[in-house]
Nanobody
């Protein structure tokens, strides 16, 4: 199995910053990409940012210039630095990982349990 453990969510005022972390563990042969999605109440889950094992990043237009995704491949960990936060960023943030399992070489998508980010106005 592949487990993702997130940390770093919380309550912050508009204009503030938060840093999310997510560590993947388990029977992992290789991670192809990691990233973050978010889901606000009453809305569909949406992409925030992703990063490949080669360092290629992709961001939602709504967070470009404010959020930065990075990773530590040796530790199977991904980070999301969120600056200039807005109330519209309030959501549950889910860590995502596309990985190859070492037991059977199966490639799949895995998700963390989510961490709440609340931005007050």
């Amino acid at each position: 199995q592949v487990q993702l453990v997130e940390s770093g969510g919380g309550l912050v005022q508009a204009g503030g910053s938060l840093r999310l972390s997510c560590a993947a563990s388990g029977s992992i042969l290789r991670i192809n990409a990691m990233g973050w999605y978010r889901q606000a109440p009453g809305k569909q889950r949406e992409l925030v940012a992703t990063i490949t094992s080669g360092g290629i990043t992709n961001y939602a237009d709504s967070v470009k210039g404010r959020f930065t995704i990075s990773s530590d491949n040796a530790k199977n960990t991904v980070f999301l630095q969120m600056n200039s936060l807005k109330p519209a960023d309030t959501a549950v943030y889910y860590c995502y990982c596309n990985a190859v399992k070492s037991a059977n070489y199966y490639t799949g998508n895995y998700w963390g349990q989510g961490t709440q980010v609340t931005v007050s106005s």
